[in-house]
């Protein structure tokens, strides 16, 4: 015989597999309240039932009532196996990782004609049930407290690191086969109210971008205001943001369209631009936009430029990228002032005396020009390497300017961060300079020069972004386990600075030839983090390969890097 009972509670169905992707970002979704109390819409939510008892399905969302789900007596018995509910889905190519439900329930009468009244919370994921959350059997029990939505008794926590696509809450009747809840107690029989929710959404593609135009585009160098153009698509949260980005760093950040207030920050954590009041996919999955950037508001000259576009779950897809963006807003002088000679010679003695000091280096030029040799803008190194960097100064002629001092100076790619003076270096017979840069985090490194010892302008600059993967140490315990049992992994992110509120670390499997994510977890301020999982479907001997991942973060400044890889061995 099969056994269900009259039930209220969330039922999870799977998700068989968590999408391959080589990027990944997570969300959170909003749905009736936010954490703070204030009202958000009911998005991602739609009826669900099985049978037909005679039911109230209310979205009293907007008005602050929750969705409810009630289960009313009436005159004919209620057949074992009817339910009602709301059912919650995840935008397609995303999985939920965990939620929080601020909920209330009751239910009234005793077991009669076979029929069970109760309130489990169920989850099914990859094929397992198994009990969350439960208040007994048969009598009348009752949960949480209707009067105060956000009360901390009303809340119901879940870990799906598995990730799912769909959960519901019902109202439902339930017993041995053939047998029924009768009609008796209040009219109301069963009633479940969800009066807030959060889910923690993972999403796990890149938007896409197709070929960008307009004048932000164009060659030669630009002034005031410069727009470019492009269409955006996404098949998880939808399409959130612009970012455009000056020499490795982010100096403009723009939602391309709120989709009427659901696609903006929800503003729960100040730290967490990802957060949405509304279910489903926040953000429009095509748009079609226009980005003006006010070029007034990046120095005079050459620059790296990119613009990227943003998912909700934070995923990016460069749109446009150019290592010589040119910046000029101010007019050329009318004067055309003479190369300065050999520093010593009389002409060099008169700028001297004109209250700029001394020449900068023999050959001395306002004209001169700085290059670094093998690097074009950018460089990708390993966690913890130090990198040797060499350029050449050159006058307009393109002869060497020997014994100059340049100044080293760097800017750590983190929001708010400013170019900060390293010290001084000088140039060799060729011109030539040679910087070792020692290893720290993502930075922009600049090397300036000045024509005279008195300047405050410089003459010329050259800028390298270092772009420092991230470190990440792991190990697991034991090595070999038999199925059923669980390991251990435990493991640091590396490197300074680290957030407050740590950072997301991506655990990761290898199915066959790819990395699968298996769990998103966030670390502690000091970068340790910690996992336990638990081996249920190993047949035979099976080694399991391990790594874990960090992806770039606005406030962590490393690129994407993984740890080294662990093995566990399984028996079954």
Same mark, same amino acid.
């Given at each position: 015989?099969?056994?269900?009972?009259?039930?209220?509670?969330?039922?999870?169905?799977?998700?068989?597999?968590?999408?391959?992707?080589?990027?990944?970002?997570?969300?959170?979704?909003?749905?009736?309240?936010?954490? $703070?109390?204030?009202?958000?819409?009911?998005?991602?939510?739609?009826?669900?039932?099985?049978?037909?008892?005679?039911?109230?399905?209310?979205?009293?969302?907007?008005?602050?009532?929750?969705?409810?789900?009630?289960?009313?007596?009436?005159?004919?018995?209620?057949?074992?196996?009817?339910?009602?509910?709301?059912?919650?889905?995840?935008?397609?190519?995303?999985?939920?990782?965990?939620?929080?439900?601020?909920?209330?329930?009751?239910?009234?009468?005793?077991?009669?004609?076979?029929?069970?009244?109760?309130?489990?919370?169920?989850?099914?994921?990859?094929?397992?049930?198994?009990?969350?959350?439960?208040?007994?059997?048969?009598?009348?029990?009752?949960?949480?407290?209707?009067?105060?939505?956000?009360?901390?008794?009303?809340?119901?926590?879940?870990?799906?690191?598995?990730?799912?696509?769909?959960?519901?809450?019902?109202?439902?009747?339930?017993?041995?086969?053939?047998?029924?809840?009768?009609?008796?107690?209040?009219?109301?029989?069963?009633?479940?109210?969800?009066?807030?929710?959060?889910?923690?959404?993972?999403?796990?593609?890149?938007?896409?971008?197709?070929?960008?135009?307009?004048?932000?585009?164009?060659?030669?160098?630009?002034?005031?205001?410069?727009?470019?153009?492009?269409?955006?698509?996404?098949?998880?949260?939808?399409?959130?943001?612009?970012?455009?980005?000056? $020499?490795?760093?982010?100096?403009?950040?723009?939602?391309?369209?709120?989709?009427?207030?659901?696609?903006?920050?929800?503003?729960?954590?100040?730290?967490?631009?990802?957060?949405?009041?509304?279910?489903?996919?926040?953000?429009?999955?095509?748009?079609?936009?226009?980005?003006?950037?006010?070029?007034?508001?990046?120095?005079?000259?050459?620059?790296?430029?990119?613009?990227?576009?943003?998912?909700?779950?934070?995923?990016?897809?460069?749109?446009?990228?150019?290592?010589?963006?040119?910046?000029?807003?101010?007019?050329?002088?009318?004067?055309?002032?003479? *190369?300065?000679?050999?520093?010593?010679?009389?002409?060099?003695?008169?700028?001297?005396?004109?209250?700029?000091?001394?020449?900068?280096?023999?050959?001395?030029?306002?004209?001169?020009?700085?290059?670094?040799?093998?690097?074009?803008?950018?460089?990708?190194?390993?966690?913890?390497?130090?990198?040797?960097?060499?350029?050449?100064?050159?006058?307009?002629?393109?002869?060497?300017?020997?014994?100059?001092?340049?100044?080293?100076?760097?800017?750590?790619?983190?929001?708010?961060?400013?170019?900060?003076?390293?010290?001084?270096?000088?140039? $060799?017979?060729?011109?030539?300079?040679?910087?070792?840069?020692?290893?720290?985090?993502? *930075?922009?490194?600049?090397?300036?020069?000045?024509?005279? #010892?008195? #300047?405050?302008?410089?003459? #010329?600059?050259? #800028?390298?972004?270092?772009?420092?993967?991230?470190?990440?140490?792991?190990?697991?315990?034991?090595?070999?386990?038999?199925?059923?049992?669980?390991?251990?992994?435990?493991?640091?992110?590396?490197?300074?600075?680290?957030?407050?509120?740590?950072?997301?670390?991506?655990?990761?499997?290898?199915?066959?030839?790819?990395?699968?994510?298996?769990?998103?977890?966030?670390?502690?301020?000091?970068?340790?983090?910690?996992?336990?999982?638990?081996?249920?479907?190993?047949?035979?001997?099976?080694?399991?390969?391990?790594?874990?991942?960090?992806?770039?973060?606005?406030?962590?400044?490393?690129?994407?890097?993984?740890?080294?890889?662990?093995?566990?061995?399984?028996?079954?």
């Amino acid at each position: 015989m099969t056994r269900t009972a009259c039930r209220i509670g969330l039922v999870i169905a799977a998700m068989l597999a968590m999408p391959a992707v080589s990027e990944a970002g997570v969300f959170k979704n909003y749905s009736c309240r936010k954490p $703070d109390g204030a009202l958000a819409p009911s998005t991602g939510w739609s009826i669900v039932r099985n049978g037909g008892p005679v039911a109230h399905l209310v979205d009293g969302c907007a008005e602050g009532n929750g969705l409810r789900a009630e289960l009313n007596a009436y005159t004919a018995f209620n057949e074992a196996g009817m339910w009602v509910g709301w059912a919650y889905n995840a935008p397609e190519g995303t999985a939920i990782l965990g939620t929080r439900a601020w909920r209330s329930y009751a239910h009234y009468g005793s077991q009669v004609s076979g029929g069970n009244y109760a309130a489990p919370y169920i989850g099914r994921q990859i094929g397992t049930n198994y009990s969350l959350d439960s208040v007994g059997y048969g009598g009348a029990a009752s949960a949480g407290n209707p009067a105060q939505p956000t009360a901390p008794s009303n809340i119901v926590a879940t870990d799906t690191p598995g990730g799912i696509q769909q959960l519901d809450f019902r109202a439902g009747c339930d017993g041995y086969t053939g047998h029924y809840c009768l009609p008796v107690g209040p009219a109301t029989l069963a009633k479940h109210t969800v009066h807030a929710f959060e889910a923690t959404t993972y999403d796990g593609y890149d938007p896409e971008v197709s070929a960008a135009s307009g004048s932000l585009t164009a060659s030669g160098s630009h002034a005031g205001t410069d727009s470019i153009s492009f269409r955006a698509t996404d098949r998880g949260g939808g399409v959130y943001r612009a970012i455009v980005e000056i $020499d490795g760093q982010p100096v403009k950040a723009e939602v391309l369209d709120t989709n009427e207030g659901r696609c903006a920050d929800a503003g729960q954590d100040p730290t967490d631009p990802y957060e949405f009041a509304a279910g489903g996919a926040p953000c429009k999955l095509v748009k079609d936009a226009t980005l003006d950037f006010d070029t007034r508001t990046t120095a005079e000259g050459p620059h790296a430029l990119r613009v990227k576009v943003e998912d909700a779950g934070g995923n990016r897809t460069t749109a446009y990228t150019t290592e010589s963006f040119v910046v000029d807003n101010v007019p050329n002088s009318t004067a055309d002032p003479a *190369r300065p000679p050999a520093g010593g010679a009389p002409g060099a003695q008169q700028q001297a005396a004109a209250g700029r000091g001394g020449a900068n280096g023999m050959g001395a030029s306002e004209k001169a020009r700085l290059s670094l040799t093998r690097d074009r803008g950018s460089r990708l190194v390993r966690f913890g390497r130090s990198v040797e960097l060499k350029g050449t100064l050159l006058d307009e002629h393109r002869r060497p300017i020997e014994g100059a001092s340049l100044r080293v100076l760097q800017q750590v790619r983190t929001a708010g961060t400013t170019m900060a003076e390293l010290g001084t270096i000088k140039t $060799d017979q060729a011109g030539n300079f040679t910087y070792t840069a020692p290893a720290g985090p993502s *930075r922009t490194i600049r090397f300036a020069y000045r024509a005279f #010892d008195g #300047d405050t302008d410089f003459a #010329d600059t050259t #800028d390298l972004t270092l772009r420092v993967r991230a470190g990440i140490a792991l190990k697991r315990n034991p090595r070999k386990v038999l199925n059923g049992d669980t390991v251990q992994f435990r493991g640091r992110v590396l490197g300074a600075p680290m957030p407050q509120r740590g950072i997301l670390v991506d655990l990761q499997a290898l199915v066959g030839k790819r990395w699968r994510t298996f769990q998103v977890l966030r670390t502690r301020r000091d970068g340790a983090f910690r996992h336990v999982y638990r081996f249920l479907r190993t047949t035979g001997t099976v080694t399991y390969k391990f790594r874990a991942r960090v992806r770039s973060d606005s406030s962590y400044p490393y690129e994407l890097g993984g740890s080294n890889r662990v093995k566990v061995r399984v028996r079954g």
